[in-house]
């Protein structure tokens, strides 16, 4: 059944009635199956992709790089754990490469998130290092594209 997860990983409004007939299944067994995978956690929520530049708020993106010390007996867990529970953080991911650690926070303006990096993200004991990138403009997002750009359709003139 790991085709429902497709589907509602890409559209997540696809209702039971409509999975149903894309799969050819019960809307019973999709109720069963989606309901199996949120009780273990393979669903852990429904979200929408929203373009925030087309609406009057501003927000400021960051990824940070850390580097971190790994706790003894429980590696990295521990320590991401303390940064993904702050509200600022919306993703947080173990690396490979040259740092251990990518937290992507969000905030209202850079000296906020400046100010979280500052304040309670580089201060910890087991942070070593952080390297702060500002998102500037999102061109895709979880696989969303957020404008089309049209091709220049006009025919060059060659004197």
Aim: proline residues 2%; negative net charge; contains cysteine.
């Amino acid at each position: 059944m790991i085709e429902i997860l497709e589907l509602i990983e890409k559209n997540s409004r696809l209702n039971e009635e409509q999975l149903s007939r894309i799969m050819n299944i019960t809307e019973e067994e999709i109720r069963k199956a989606i309901a199996l995978y949120e009780d273990n956690c393979t669903i852990v929520g429904y979200t929408a992709v929203i373009n925030w530049e087309k609406v009057n708020r501003e927000k400021v993106h960051a990824l940070i790089e850390v580097k971190v010390t790994p706790q003894r007996g429980e590696g990295f867990d521990k320590v991401a754990e303390r940064i993904f529970r702050y509200p600022e953080v919306n993703s947080c991911y173990l690396m490979s490469g040259g740092y251990d650690l990518a937290v992507i926070i969000e905030g209202m303006t850079m000296k906020e998130v400046a100010l979280f990096v500052a304040e309670k993200l580089a201060p910890m004991d087991a942070v070593m290092s952080t390297a702060t990138h500002f998102v500037l403009k999102k061109y895709k997002d979880r696989g969303m594209i957020f404008e089309e750009y049209k091709k220049d359709e006009r025919e060059a003139i060659v004197l």
